[in-house]
Every structure is written in structure tokens, then in C-alpha cells.
């Protein structure tokens, strides 16, 4: 006969039991749920990188500037073609929605001043531009001051009668009829290229972005301004620097200055403002000089005597000295494109221009040279303080308009617009994570 055994189990031990067992799945389904939460977050992450990877080529490899080209070579910007991406880079399962985008246009150029800053933090010091940067703004005084002169100049040019202009006709005439014909050198071959204004960054209605995104602090405001100048001189070709092939406009560095729609007159620009600085420090000068003043007062004695008016003989000689220094302001000029140094200030050795050679300015028997200066600045260097002078806004969006316009003509891609360029997001994701649970959470990701 077989014997049975009895076995039992209290209320009190099933509990235990059912209790045990619920906290099991209870942590194997919390494990799982947030198991499956970080992996969506690296699916999204991974998803993002991946896009970001995407940054268009020839503007990191040209401009050391990465974005994604947001039209992918179609010409039509779509945000969904940004979400199609990250699906194919892993996100499949997870709705996405980008609820703040930012431009390379954005904020006034904001990223793209930023990833310049960057590039050139690490690869040039900043010693010479701080020097560049004490002259800039001494130069904007002594172009305030170059204006006044100037404005006098016309006074007593008018005060003086019509016989003293046409004595010094030939300066005369330049001064209003356009400075270009009288600074270059004869074998200055003068770009006749132009551009639609209409069509640049820094005019046309742009794509903006939404949301917000912080601000990059590194380097101070001067510093930060004297980096981005010195990238511009590196990127950008100017009158006497040619950089690049086949570009729509040869004097770049001239139209981030001036933003006019032609080479010629960005460089008349350019010229104007280098002469009003030079006309200031020349005319200073001279009226320091005795024995210049001697020379110009004399002068004035003979042609008012000449005229028959020994009245006019103060005006004559105010006439003379400022027009003096107009004319050795042309000379330096002529210095500074012919690629050579001017004095930052003028002494009795480096005056230039004599007397005697005043009136033949201009005129047919015109064939003065300007001197080189063994210490002085070039005219790539007048071009450095010119830009430690301008606003910010104006030279980024200008410095974007060259950007585009470049890689359009240059290297032939037509598609590209700097305003699809996206450089950075922020994408609201929603994944189904567990029996109809949903996990969503942010995701931001960007250059920089």
C-alpha cells in the first residue's frame, strides 16, 4: 500500500508568494521600460549625429564652417526632408517634430560669426590685432576730421575765384568728378565685375528659424571683432590680393567694407575713406610745417598779384595748404595701390609731394610715382583697420554674401542658400515604449 503525504500551504505564505512574484515582474517590467527609454534616447542621439554628419563639404573645406545644406542639393528647403533623414539613421519608431531650428543667417549671422570665431581662436594670435585695433580707432577721428577738411577745402576753393581754379584745374576737377582715375597706377587694370544687390544675403527677405539658442562667449568684443577681420583677409580676395577663380566679384574685402554693387565702386569707396584718413594727417601736418607755410604763403602773394585782388592773398594761401595736403593724400594714395608702405604720420623726410608739382595733378604731364616708405602700412593693412571700424552686423551678413556667392559661381553649386543651412535643432520625440506607454523627452543637437 502506497503511502501519501500531505502537504499544505498557509494563507500568510501565499501571500508572501504572490507578492514575491508581482515584484519580480514588477522590476523586470521596469527594467524593460527603462531599458527600452534609453535605448530611443541613443536611437535619437545616434539618429541626430548621423545627421549632423551631413555638414555640406565645400563650406567647411572653403570656409571652415560646417552646417547641413538643408535643401540636400534640391533647391527646396523642406523640414521634413531633416526628420526623413534621421528616421533612416535609426529613428524609425519614434515621431519626431523639430520645435526649434536656427540658420546660418540667423541673428544676424549669430552661428556663422561663431564658428568663425572658433576657427581662428585656434590658429592666429591676436598681438597685431590689437594694434590694428588701437590705430582703427584713431583712424575713425581722423576721418570725422579728413570730412571737415574737405567741406573747407570747397569754401575757400569757391572764396578763391575761378582764376585759382583754374590754375589747379586738374586736382580740382578730380576731386569732384570721381578720385579712381587719379590714384591708380597706369597699370592698374580695373575690374569691371558687378553683382545684384537684390539677390544677396545681406538685402533679400531670408528663411529665418525659431526658438532660441545661447549665445558662444569666449574671447572679448575687440578681440572677437580683430579675429573675425583677419578671417575675412585670409578667405576673401581684395584689389591687390587675388584669392580664388572665377568669383563674380575680384575685390571682396572692398564690398564686405562698402556693400556696393560693382567692383569699381566699392573700390572708389574704399578709396574715398582712405583719403579722408590721409587728409587729416597730411593737413595736420602742414600746418605744423613753417617753411611749407612759407613756400604756400608765397605762392599766394604771387597769384594774388597775378589776379589783381592783393586781398584775396589770406584766402589764396588757405586754398593753397589745403589743397596741398588733398594732393599728397592723392600721392599716398597712389602709394598704397601701387603695393607700397605710407607713414602712419608725416614728417619733413617723407612729404612727398612738392609745391612746383601741385597743379600738374591731373593734368597730361601728370607722371608722379608714390614713394615707399620703409615703415608704414600697406594697403591690405589700411584695409584691417578699415574693417576694425565697421559694425559687426554689416560685415558677418556681407562676409555670408561672398560665402554663398562663392560656392555658387566657384564651385559651380547652384542649389546652395545660405538661409538652408541649418546649424543647429531642437527635436521633441514621442516613442511607444511599452503596451501603448509612451516616453517622450527632448533632444537638442548642434555645431559648436
Given at each position: 500500500m502506497k503511502r501519501t503525504k500531505k502537504g499544505e500551504i498557509t494563507v500568510f505564505l501565499s501571500l508572501i508568494f504572490v507578492l514575491l512574484v508581482s515584484f519580480i515582474l514588477a522590476l523586470t517590467e521596469s527594467a524593460v521600460i527603462q531599458t527600452t527609454k534609453n535605448q530611443k534616447r541613443l536611437d535619437a542621439d545616434r539618429a541626430a549625429f548621423s545627421l549632423f554628419g551631413e555638414y555640406q563639404k565645400a563650406l567647411m573645406e572653403e570656409y571652415n564652417v560646417f552646417a547641413i545644406e538643408g535643401t540636400y542639393e534640391t533647391g527646396q528647403y523642406e523640414e521634413s526632408l531633416l526628420l526623413d533623414r534621421m528616421s533612416y539613421y535609426g529613428s524609425?519608431?519614434?515621431?519626431?517634430?523639430?520645435?526649434?531650428?536656427?540658420?546660418?543667417?540667423?541673428?544676424?549671422?549669430?552661428?556663422?560669426?561663431?564658428?568663425?570665431?572658433?576657427?581662428?581662436?585656434?590658429?592666429?594670435?591676436?598681438?597685431?590685432?590689437?594694434?590694428?585695433?588701437?590705430?582703427?580707432?584713431?583712424?575713425?577721428?581722423?576721418?570725422?576730421?579728413?570730412?571737415?577738411?574737405?567741406?573747407?577745402?570747397?569754401?575757400?576753393?569757391?572764396?578763391?575765384?575761378?582764376?585759382?581754379?583754374?590754375?589747379?584745374?586738374?586736382?580740382?576737377?578730380?576731386?569732384?568728378?570721381?578720385?579712381?582715375?587719379?590714384?591708380?597706377?597706369?597699370?592698374?587694370?580695373?575690374?569691371?565685375?558687378?553683382?545684384?544687390?537684390?539677390?544677396?544675403?545681406?538685402?533679400?527677405?531670408?528663411?529665418?528659424?525659431?526658438?532660441?539658442?545661447?549665445?558662444?562667449?569666449?574671447?572679448?568684443?575687440?578681440?572677437?571683432?580683430?579675429?573675425?577681420?583677419?578671417?575675412?583677409?585670409?578667405?576673401?580676395?581684395?584689389?591687390?590680393?587675388?584669392?580664388?577663380?572665377?568669383?563674380?566679384?575680384?575685390?571682396?574685402?572692398?564690398?564686405?567694407?562698402?556693400?556696393?554693387?560693382?567692383?569699381?565702386?566699392?573700390?572708389?569707396?574704399?578709396v574715398n575713406q582712405l583719403l579722408l584718413v590721409r587728409f587729416a594727417v597730411n593737413y595736420t601736418y602742414l600746418m605744423s610745417d613753417t617753411k611749407r607755410q612759407g613756400e604756400a604763403e608765397a605762392l599766394a602773394a604771387a597769384l594774388s598779384a597775378a589776379f589783381a585782388n592783393p586781398a584775396l592773398e589770406p584766402v589764396l594761401k588757405q586754398a593753397i595748404l589745403v589743397l596741398w595736403s588733398f594732393g599728397e593724400s592723392v600721392m599716398d594714395l597712389r602709394s598704397l595701390l601701387a603695393g607700397k608702405k605710407v607713414p602712419i604720420t608725416k614728417n619733413e623726410e617723407n612729404w612727398q609731394l612738392q609745391l612746383s608739382n601741385l597743379a600738374k595733378l591731373g593734368e597730361e604731364e601728370d607722371t608722379q610715382e608714390g614713394q615707399d616708405s620703409e615703415k608704414g602700412l600697406t594697403y591690405q593693412q589700411c584695409l584691417h583697420i578699415l574693417i576694425l571700424s565697421k559694425s559687426d552686423a554689416k560685415l558677418t551678413m556681407r562676409t555670408l554674401d561672398r560665402v554663398e556667392q562663392n560656392l555658387i559661381q566657384e564651385k559651380e553649386l547652384l542649389f546652395f542658400r545660405a538661409d538652408a543651412c541649418v546649424t543647429k535643432v531642437k527635436v521633441y520625440n514621442t516613442a511607444d515604449i511599452w503596451n501603448g506607454t509612451t516616453y517622450s523627452f527632448p533632444l537638442y543637437y548642434g555645431y559648436l
Open positions: 524609425m519608431g519614434i515621431n519626431q517634430e523639430i520645435t526649434d531650428i536656427q540658420f546660418l543667417t540667423d541673428n544676424q549671422g549669430q552661428a556663422f560669426r561663431e564658428q568663425v570665431l572658433k576657427y581662428m581662436e585656434t590658429r592666429t594670435g591676436i598681438a597685431l590685432a590689437q594694434d590694428l585695433t588701437k590705430l582703427a580707432s584713431r583712424w575713425e577721428e581722423q576721418e570725422i576730421q579728413g570730412t571737415e577738411i574737405s567741406g573747407e577745402l570747397d569754401d575757400v576753393i569757391a572764396e578763391s575765384g575761378e582764376q585759382f581754379a583754374e590754375e589747379m584745374g586738374g586736382l580740382i576737377q578730380a576731386k569732384k568728378s570721381g578720385l579712381l582715375s587719379l590714384v591708380l597706377p597706369k597699370d592698374f587694370h580695373l575690374s569691371g565685375k558687378t553683382i545684384r544687390l537684390e539677390e544677396q544675403v545681406s538685402t533679400r527677405t531670408c528663411r529665418t528659424g525659431r526658438g532660441s539658442f545661447p549665445e558662444r562667449k569666449s574671447t572679448s568684443r575687440i578681440d572677437a571683432k580683430a579675429l573675425f577681420e583677419f578671417y575675412i583677409m585670409e578667405k576673401f580676395s581684395s584689389a591687390l590680393e587675388t584669392k580664388g577663380e572665377n568669383r563674380n566679384l575680384d575685390y571682396e574685402v572692398e564690398y564686405i567694407l562698402c556693400g556696393k554693387d560693382s567692383d569699381a565702386e566699392n573700390l572708389k569707396s574704399v
